[in-house]
């Protein structure tokens, strides 16, 4: 049998970049009785969060929330407002990226994959000049959509969507912008109808500090107008019946209702601290992590200090390192999950996450784990990260009492 509540003393540093730590206040609201989904109480819950969501992807539209985790979302955003047959430009930031485009491929859509070759378009985020330039050949409107990744997870690079935005106005052109920030929402700054984008993808189990289980795309009104007409087949994915069912606070079939508690409490966490101080939280985070790593001698997968991840930090390892059996040594000696390397960085880096319920202590111990493991697995490191992290830390202070105020 497995033994689901296996605890060794302490607890599990569960730093990978997605699920993130769920913080007591929402295990607890989410084991609150299951209730009739047809019922009065459950249209109040209903309402509170569909409302309350709009305020994370700052949109003014309706936010679609699917029992699913993101890839169901991914899906969602696709055959809702694209026929068989569509062009669509995607970009190649990293392993999710890749999937996405795998996805649209197999869905009977022809994506053209564009990025910087290699290894090294796994380092920067988007470049709108390239977006720009591909959309101003396609003279006939050929290209129904572009989708890129917000924050791309497999390596902690983002990219600047207001930026893509304007490269897609620059050339005049009229497709959609269908944007992932599955792992990016409520971590790092995002405004869906600022920046122009047609359809957000999200999920719970990242800064929405949630298991995974529900997913989210945020809706534009251009976006609703092409679902009038998109071909691709979709039952479960479709938006009209559930944003009608919506306005009171219902949905066609079982939603998660436990999660949507949940939903509720991280919430209310979130909209008490502030996003702003959310990010400011979520950046100064990811530079203490930053700064371990240089002390460290080791260098940060992300090539463009502009386009650091707030949410977690890749690290690469040296030539001969296998980034995996450092991850294993971590694990067996420190009870501390890192992210593995995904797709082309397979073994060659590992991810730190630092995004949801963090704190100065909890990346502080995190960093001791991984310098321990680093020597441990014979990892020459030039200094201590640890005392460079806490350095910063220390001296860029953010006391509770301001956070409270706030
Ligand atoms: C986690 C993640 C996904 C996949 O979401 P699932 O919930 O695992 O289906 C897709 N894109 C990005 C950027 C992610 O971080």
Same mark, same amino acid.
């Given at each position: 049998m497995i033994k689901l509540d296996f605890?060794?003393?302490?607890r599990h540093f569960l730093q990978i970049p997605g699920p993130s730590p769920v913080p007591d206040r929402i295990?607890?609201?989410?084991?609150?009785?299951?209730?009739?989904?047809?019922?009065?109480?459950?249209?109040?819950?209903?309402?509170?969060?569909?409302?309350?969501?709009?305020?994370?992807?700052?949109?003014?539209h309706p936010v679609v929330i699917y029992p699913a985790s993101g890839t169901g979302a991914w899906e969602a955003a696709l055959s809702n407002t694209l026929s068989p047959g569509d062009r669509v430009l995607m970009y190649e930031t990293g392993h999710f990226a890749t999937l996405w485009k795998k996805m649209a491929e197999s869905l009977g859509l022809r994506p053209e994959f564009l990025?910087?070759?290699?290894?090294?378009?796994?380092?920067?985020? @988007?470049?709108?000049?390239?977006?720009?330039?591909?959309?101003?050949?396609?003279?006939?409107?050929?290209?129904?959509? @572009?989708?890129?990744?917000h924050n791309e997870t497999s390596t902690?690079?983002?990219?600047?969507?207001?930026?893509?935005?304007?490269?897609?106005?620059?050339?005049?052109?009229?497709?959609?912008?269908? @944007?992932?920030?599955i792992s990016g929402l409520a971590s790092a700054d995002y405004r869906h109808d600022e920046w122009g984008v047609d359809v957000t993808v999200s999920g719970s189990q990242k800064g929405l500090m949630l298991p995974p289980g529900i997913s989210f795309n945020a809706v534009s009104p251009k976006a609703l107008a092409a679902s009038k007409t998109a071909k691709l087949p979709r039952s479960f994915w479709g938006w009209d019946e559930i944003i009608e069912m919506n306005r009171t606070g219902y949905?066609?079939?079982?939603?998660?209702?436990?999660?949507?508690?949940?939903?509720?409490?991280?919430?209310?966490?979130?909209?008490?601290?502030g996003l702003d101080n959310v990010f400011a939280r979520h950046q100064r985070l990811a530079e203490a992590c930053r700064r371990a790593v240089r002390a460290w001698g080791l260098e940060i997968q992300c090539a463009?200090?502009?386009?650091?991840?707030?949410?977690?930090?890749?690290?690469?390892?040296?030539?001969?390192?296998?980034a995996d059996a450092v991850r294993r040594t971590i694990y067996d000696r420190f009870n501390m999950s890192l992210g593995t390397g995904l797709g082309k960085v397979r073994g060659r880096m590992f991810r730190i996450g630092h995004l949801?319920?963090?704190?100065?202590?909890?990346?502080?111990?995190?960093?001791?784990?991984?310098?321990?493991?680093?020597?441990?697995?014979?990892?020459?490191?030039?200094g201590s990260g640890v005392s460079?992290?806490?350095?910063?830390?220390?001296?860029?202070?953010?006391p509770l009492s301001l956070k409270a105020a706030a």
């Open positions: 605890h060794p003393a302490g295990l607890r609201a989410m084991s609150y009785p299951t209730i009739d989904h047809r019922g009065p109480e459950f249209g109040a819950v209903g309402l509170k969060v569909l409302a309350g969501i709009q305020k994370i992807f700052k949109t003014e990025g910087l070759p290699g290894i090294e378009g796994w380092r920067r985020g @988007v470049q709108p000049d390239m977006v720009e330039a591909h959309l101003r050949s396609d003279t006939e409107h050929g290209i129904k959509a @572009v989708c890129v990744v902690g690079v983002t990219s600047d969507i207001a930026a893509v935005r304007k490269a897609i106005d620059a050339a005049g052109h009229p497709a959609l912008l269908l @944007v992932d920030t949905w066609p079939y079982t939603p998660n209702t436990n999660l949507l508690y949940g939903l509720s409490e991280a919430l209310d966490m979130i909209l008490e601290e463009d200090p502009a386009v650091y991840s707030p949410v977690l930090t890749g690290v690469m390892m040296p030539e001969g390192i296998d949801g319920d963090c704190n100065d202590l909890t990346l502080m111990a995190a960093l001791a784990g991984c310098e321990m493991g680093l020597k441990l697995s014979g990892v020459s490191v030039a460079a992290a806490m350095e910063y830390l220390a001296a860029h202070a953010q």
